[in-house]
């Protein structure tokens, strides 16, 4: 069924992972085969930050193909040699498991979308996102589980979103979790508790305009369908309300951008949203009790309505 | 055609008892006499006493802990409890079959007072999705909004939101009544098949969608109409119940009750006789 979770300070910066791993770890009853978080974090705004793996978590529970380690150190090599040849200088490298890295590059993007595709071109390669401020930190396991192996409770930020994963219509694996980056946009991510019953029309629809899809989880429509409808000059709002009659199905989602946090709920309100909304900070989740890990304290919440679209700003 | 009132030959469950009520249509169907309601109770209820107030914080307990901590306590003779941070703790207070004051100091997850049948409550806070599903009698009275499938299936007893509530309100109700303070999401009264359900505020798309039966009382706007759903002429008896109720409620007692729209069945989906199946059977 999954669980969706996000946050936004307004005016103020916070620890956001730490915030975020509460809240979804409020919801892991609702799926736990995966967790992902997408944290805009204070950053300087120089360079961009690249989350991308040369391969998947092959542990217990996965439906990923067992591969050998030592390919993963093949492919990070030839991803260093694409960097290179595209004039792009690693700033600040990590490599916190063999399959999951994090890059800091110096380079001035003119293309996101090229860029993403000979990136993406060398076999095994996914970036997870790609942006000044966002990153996508995306594995298998609950909430805690990602948090303590990325190390994220320590992220210091501004709004993020989340997502507790009950895999059903596709793998077991990293590529099929959430959030999913709004490809080919720089800090744009979503994620998604419900089920696109279009998703093959429209994909196909949208692949022919040259947008690309990483996995076969249907989640991942919605954000290269705004991605695209921003692509065509929408605002992320605007593309928000044309999802409402451009997706089939049952959905509640969350996108966010570099400085803003945006919801939307399908026309028949079939999944649950609950939302916190003061000056200050706007906090939802599928569930009351997610709320409640960052804000224990009796508060007035409320379930926005059916095709309902909201957007707030940092 | 058989006569039913002439069907003499009793079945096998008949015979042990079983199906022996009289029979004169599905709404005057009679369960049990209420002249022997004293003799009719349910197993594992208490004997308590509304005089007799304690206060239990759940802050620490789940869900079971707190639902076996208020059995206790009602065991105890204790008739007015005080549930202190609920924090949004899902399917708390569910299965109370018993006579009981129950107030929670906050709000409620999911499947909040689900099947119970007889308290008095009062939520000092907001409720999640299916709150007070399948509620048989009592009253649920919620000071905040409320989520999506708000009093499903209830058959009984009044459950009150004072502020807005989430889609699907009053799903497959087979009686009782719902009151909403505020607004209703799309599909409310989606396949109710009686009892009654009043709006003060707004209402969303296909309103009352398939119904079978009962009536829905609207204050506010209503986004469209759902299958089947057609407009009914408010009555003088219709104003006066609703006034009634809404005192009751606590809610909306200056509210124009004249002003309001009745929603009933228009009964074209009706494709269905209204034998029981034993009945059915006698008829062939």
């Given at each position: 069924m999954c669980g969706i979770a996000g946050l936004i300070h307004r005016g103020k910066s916070s620890n956001v992972g730490s915030e975020l791993q509460g809240m979804l770890q409020a919801l892991k009853h609702r799926g736990e085969d995966s967790t992902g978080y997408a944290l805009y974090g204070d950053t300087d705004g120089k360079n961009f930050i690249m989350r991308f793996k040369v391969?998947?978590?092959?542990?217990?529970?996965?439906s990923s193909i067992m591969e050998d380690v030592s390919v993963y150190d093949e492919r990070k090599k030839v991803v260093d040699q694409t960097l290179a040849e595209m004039g792009a200088k690693v700033i600040k490298e990590e490599r916190?498991?063999?399959y999951s890295l994090r890059y800091e590059i110096d380079y001035d993007v003119k293309d996101l979308l090229e860029f993403s595709q000979r990136i993406e071109s060398i076999p095994g390669v996914e970036i997870l996102s790609m942006g000044k401020s966002l990153e996508v930190i995306k594995d298998l396991g609950n909430a805690k589980m990602v948090c303590d192996r990325y190390s994220l409770d320590k992220v210091v930020g501004t709004h993020a979103i989340g997502h507790a994963r009950m895999a059903t219509?596709?793998?077991?694996d990293i590529k099929s979790?959430?959030?999913?980056?709004?490809?080919?946009?720089?800090?744009v991510s979503v994620v998604h508790n419900g089920q696109l019953t279009n998703y093959w029309n429209n994909r196909r629809v949208l692949e022919n305009k040259g947008m690309r899809f990483m996995?076969?989880?249907?989640?991942?429509l919605i954000a290269v369908y705004i991605a695209e409808k921003m692509r065509d000059g929408a605002t992320l709002e605007e593309g928000m309300k044309a999802s409402l009659t451009g997706l089939d199905g049952v959905f509640t989602y969350f996108v966010a951008t570099k400085d803003s946090l945006g919801m939307a709920k399908d026309t028949m309100a079939a999944k649950p949203l609950v939302l916190y909304e003061s000056d200050d900070l706007v906090a939802m989740g599928s569930e009351e009790i997610a709320i409640r890990s960052v804000l224990p304290q009796e508060i007035d919440t409320y379930d926005p309505f059916d095709g309902e679209v909201k957007v707030w700003q940092i | 055609m058989a006569n039913l009132k002439t069907v003499s030959k009793k079945s096998k469950a008949q015979s042990m008892g079983m199906h022996t009520e009289v029979l004169t249509g599905r709404t005057q169907q009679?369960?049990?006499?209420p002249d022997e309601a004293e003799n009719f109770y349910y197993f594992g209820t208490y004997d308590v006493d509304f005089n007799k107030r304690t206060d239990l914080d759940?802050?620490?307990?789940?869900a079971p802990e707190a639902n076996k901590e208020i059995d206790n306590l009602m065991s105890q003779g204790y008739g007015t409890i005080v549930i202190k941070?609920?924090?949004?703790?899902?399917?708390?207070?569910?299965?109370?079959?018993n006579k009981l004051n129950l107030i929670f100091e906050g709000s409620l997850g999911y499947f909040?007072?689900?099947?119970?049948?007889?308290p008095i409550v009062r939520i000092n806070g907001r409720v999640g999705w299916s709150?007070?599903?399948?509620?048989?009698?009592g009253k649920v009275v919620i000071e905040k909004n409320a989520g999506s499938?708000?009093?499903?299936?209830?058959?009984?007893g009044d459950l009150i939101c004072k502020g807005s509530v989430g889609a699907?309100?009053?799903?497959?109700?087979?009686?009782g009544t719902i009151i909403i303070g505020g607004d209703a999401g799309a599909f409310?009264?989606?396949?109710?098949?009686r009892g009654r359900i009043i709006i003060l505020g707004d209402v969303g798309i296909?309103?009352?969608?398939?119904?079978?039966d009962g009536t829905i009382f609207v204050g506010g706007e209503i986004g469209s109409y759902g299958s089947d759903a057609v407009d009914s002429e408010l009555t003088s008896s219709d104003q006066d119940w609703l006034k009634r109720k809404l005192k009751v409620a606590e809610?909306?007692?200056?509210?124009?009750?004249?002003?309001m729209k009745k929603i009933v069945a228009g009964?074209?989906?009706?494709?269905?006789?209204?034998?029981e199946p034993t009945e059915k059977k006698g008829a062939i």
């Open positions: 391969g998947e978590n092959v542990g217990e529970g996965s916190t498991l063999p219509e596709s793998g077991v979790a959430h959030p999913f980056w709004g490809y080919p946009f720089s800090d996995s076969e989880c249907d989640s991942e | 009679k369960f049990f006499n759940v802050k620490d307990m789940t941070n609920p924090q949004g703790k899902h399917s708390l207070g569910v299965g109370i079959l909040g007072m689900g099947s119970c049948d007889g709150c007070a599903e399948n509620l048989m009698a499938c708000f009093g499903a299936a209830i058959r009984g699907r309100t009053g799903i497959d109700m087979k009686g409310t009264g989606f396949m109710m098949q296909n309103l009352g969608d398939s119904m079978y809610i909306g007692e200056n509210f124009d009750v004249s002003k009964k074209k989906l009706w494709n269905y006789d209204n034998l």
